[in-house]
């Protein structure tokens, strides 16, 4: 079983959608890691948080430390947010990522 | 700086041969990762290095897998011989202090026929 599952695996909306992708993990960790990749290309991290909240433009990502959960939010979803979304955690007993499968996300005109 | 640098971007080769992939992490980093992509497998770890020095290698698949890192600005990931099943994009990133945010460069798509 993988320590990080992301739901959903696919995901289709419309422009302006308010979008949300849920990550869950098993295992303590150090922090929790949301990463972009769009088709061909290369890996970006949008979040890496590990208590609370964060926001960047339109994009929110929460974490719940005691229920091992974090969700990334998008509002007002748009074309160029079609990508492929990552979670990833650094376990407390190490420093590499274990990725989720990734959320494929596409965003209709 | 210019981030997270591999080379080379695409390699086609044929099984049985050598390949060498490369990556300069950013400068001032002190621990630089290899991970490889599939379809099936997703994101994996192979292997990290903190100050140069192998710490986790057990994501290496196999004894044709090795990575060395001779100084603070280069990395190598050699595959010999490389076998139809490497095919896979690689990913090399690097981070501070290793909790930090982890900057990844633009992988280098493999692919042995």
């Known amino acids: 079983k993988n320590e990080v599952e992301q739901s959903p695996q696919n995901l289709t909306a419309q422009e302006g959608e308010f979008i949300t992708i849920n990550c869950s993990y098993s295992?303590?960790?150090?922090?929790l890691h949301w990463l972009q990749q769009h088709p061909g290309g290369g890996i970006v991290s949008l979040f890496m948080?590990?208590?609370g909240k964060k926001k960047h433009g339109r994009l929110i990502a929460t974490i719940n430390i005691q229920e091992k959960h974090s969700s990334l939010h998008i509002t007002a979803s748009h074309p160029r947010d079609s990508a492929v979304y990552i979670c990833?955690?650094?376990?407390?007993?190490?420093?590499?990522?274990?990725f989720g499968k990734g959320t494929s996300l596409l965003v209709t005109p | 700086d210019a981030g997270v640098i591999q080379s080379p971007r695409h390699e086609v080769t044929e099984m049985g041969q050598e390949v060498t992939l490369r990556c300069k992490p950013i400068s001032g980093h002190d621990y630089l990762f290899w991970y490889r992509q599939t379809m099936m497998r997703g994101l994996e770890l192979l292997i990290y290095?903190?100050?140069?020095?192998?710490?986790?290698d057990s994501g290496m698949p196999e004894d044709r897998f090795s990575a060395k890192m001779p100084n603070a600005s280069f990395s190598t990931l050699k595959i010999q011989p490389s076998e139809p099943r490497d095919s896979a994009v690689y990913f090399c990133?690097?981070?501070?202090?290793?909790?930090?945010?982890?900057?990844f460069g633009q992988g280098t798509r493999l692919t042995v026929v």
């Open positions: 990833a955690v650094s376990a407390d007993s190490g420093y590499a990522l274990n």
């Open positions: 948080l590990s208590s």
């Open positions: 290095f903190n100050n140069n020095v192998p710490i986790d």
């Open positions: 990133a690097s981070s501070l202090l290793g909790v930090g945010e982890a900057f």
């Open positions: 295992v303590g960790i150090s922090a």
